[in-house]
């Protein structure tokens, strides 16, 4: 692992993308800022032979976090990017195993893919919108009478943005 | 000839569960242009859902994601939260994993080659096959109480153990479907009719597999090894010895034959384990609040590799919890499989990759 870590050190040195590696639970993992720099350094880890595992999303504060999960010769590399705007440039070109994963974040986030060969839904009918899990409210938390403030206040929130 | 389109769906030809397929058949109108799926119609939300209960309780949702892959799924989400709490479960612990696990390989890997059997019309073969599997359903109903989901595991260790009278009862049952298997096995290597009908059917290069990153024994039927079990060991795999099965021509009748050869090796692995089962505790007290932070885990599934990811801020509830299975990787290798096959074939390349529906969706 301390190899592998020392060479993408060394990759990420070369294209100037300021991050570091570091090693916890079993994993090394790693942060970069720049969407821009994803793409460089994605093709310099297909030419390590990586395989794209998994690709986690997940809403925060301002944008949302998307973690891609490598192996890398049986070594797992966890590499974060925060996007600020829900846009990112896809990396199945590189990557066919990503093909799924970027689908389903695009699906269920409403994040716009750029340069994915079939950025088709994966799970919900191509009529209704992305992101529609988060638009609309279950019926668990309909029905559920300890959350009925909260999700009044969700309700009027709504209303309020749609009618500016 | 007119363009036709066939549609087969909802459900999948060969497992009866939900998904439409979409095949473009060649101008011949007997052999596959190009297919496409549409998912969805047992997706639950559970991503969703877990993020709503504590860490416990998540663990029996892990167990129902699906039915013949019940174990690995908590067997992987319980070393996501004891890398995250910084605990090393038991040994006798680790082994009693591993044992539940090998137990669950073969039975999955019996039923989908008798799957195979059924597609092929050769119903005594599929006879035989079920009958080697009943000896694993009776293992996992006398040890563990239940023919599907085994329950084996908790945070912190399992709960369930072994004594000399139950690691005697398995060995007796192992060695019925050991002799079974050989003579299956041997139907397999020997029946000609039988190669000549899934020798050279849905092939997947070895190029294709790689790019692709298919896993499991599709994968190692391709000779690309991404055995979590031997690249990446876990639990007590790295004490054992084990051969992986792998095959170079990529087509139906290699991918069966990578998973009864792998039956062998998962019994081998049994063996192995019970005669090293170490004394001691079976689990850990562990307390239902996992520290800040993230981390991943990986095993090997009946059907490859299966991956979880999770975050905790310190609560009772994780942050962020997401899950891969093996199936969501093998998929997109249909497309490569079917392309250029005959129509009839369809139902034996889509049993070949036994998907999961269940766990493509959660």
């Known amino acids: 692992m301390k190899h592998l870590q020392s060479n993408l050190t060394h990759l990420a040195n070369t294209l100037g993308i300021p991050t570091s590696f570091e090693i916890s639970n079993d994993a090394l993992w790693a942060s970069i800022e720049d969407t821009n720099a994803l793409e460089e350094f994605a093709k310099g880890l297909q030419r390590m032979h990586a395989r794209v595992c998994m690709i986690t999303c997940a809403r925060v504060d301002k944008g949302h976090d998307i973690l891609y999960h490598f192996d890398i010769k049986g070594v797992l590399f966890n590499l974060k990017l925060h996007l600020k705007t829900p846009h990112l440039p896809s990396i199945t070109p590189l990557f066919e195993s990503a093909n799924w994963a970027e689908r389903e974040l695009s699906e269920l986030y409403g994040i716009a893919l750029e340069s994915h060969p079939n950025p088709s839904k994966l799970f919900i009918d191509e009529s209704i919108k992305e992101a529609i899990y988060e638009a609309y409210v279950p019926l668990s938390s309909a029905m559920n009478g300890e959350v009925s403030r909260h999700l009044w206040e969700k309700v009027k929130m709504a209303q309020g943005e749609n009618n500016g | 000839m007119a363009e036709s389109k066939c549609i087969l769906g909802p459900f999948d030809v060969a497992l009866e569960e939900p998904v439409y397929f979409n095949i ?13 799926m549409i998912n969805g119609f047992v997706h639950r939300g559970m991503e969703s859902i877990v993020l ?3 860490f416990l309780q998540n663990l029996i949702i892990t167990e129902k994601v699906c039915g013949l892959c019940s174990n690995n799924h908590p067997f992987t ?6 890398k995250l709490s910084h605990i090393t479960i038991p040994r006798r612990a680790a082994y009693l994993r591993v044992i539940a696990d090998e137990t669950k390989r073969v039975a999955s890997h019996l039923f989908n080659v008798a799957m195979l059997a059924h597609l092929l019309k050769r119903h005594s073969l599929m006879g035989s096959l079920l009958e080697a599997r009943e000896h694993f359903q009776d293992i996992k109903e006398q040890i563990w109480g239940n023919r599907m989901d085994l329950s084996a595991n908790v945070i912190g260790g399992v709960k369930y153990d072994l004594n000399s009278e139950k690691i005697a009862f398995m060995k007796e049952k192992m060695a019925l479907t050991r002799t079974a298997l050989e003579a299956i096995v041997h139907i397999f290597e020997t029946d000609e009719s039988l190669k000549k009908r899934i020798q050279g059917v849905g092939v997947l290069p070895h190029e294709k597999a790689l790019s692709l990153g298919v896993v499991g024994p599709v994968a190692r039927a391709s000779g690309v090894n991404n055995d979590v079990r031997f690249c990446a060991p876990y639990a007590v795999y790295d004490a054992l010895s084990f051969k992986v099965i792998t095959r170079s021509e990529g087509d139906v009748y290699a991918r069966a034959m990578v998973r009864l050869y792998e039956i062998f090796e998962s019994m081998s692995l049994l063996e192995q384990a019970f005669n090293s089962l170490p004394k001691g505790e079976i689990a850990l007290h562990v307390k239902s609040v996992v520290p800040k932070g993230e981390a991943t885990s990986r095993s090997e599934a009946p059907r490859g590799e299966l991956m979880y990811y999770l975050k905790s801020n310190g609560t009772q509830k994780p942050e962020r919890m997401k899950w891969r299975v093996p199936s969501y990787m093998n998929w997109e290798a249909l497309k490569v499989m079917l392309k250029g ?8 390349i889509f049993n070949s990759i036994d998907p999961c529906i269940s766990c493509s969706e959660r």
């Open chain 2, 24 to 36: 473009t058949p060649n101008a011949d109108g007997k052999t596959i242009q190009s297919v496409e």
């Open chain 2, 52 to 54: 709503k209960r504590n």
């Open chain 2, 77 to 82: 989400y319980c070393m996501a939260v004891e």
């Open chain 2, 341 to 348: 096959n005959a129509i009839e074939d369809v139902a034996l």
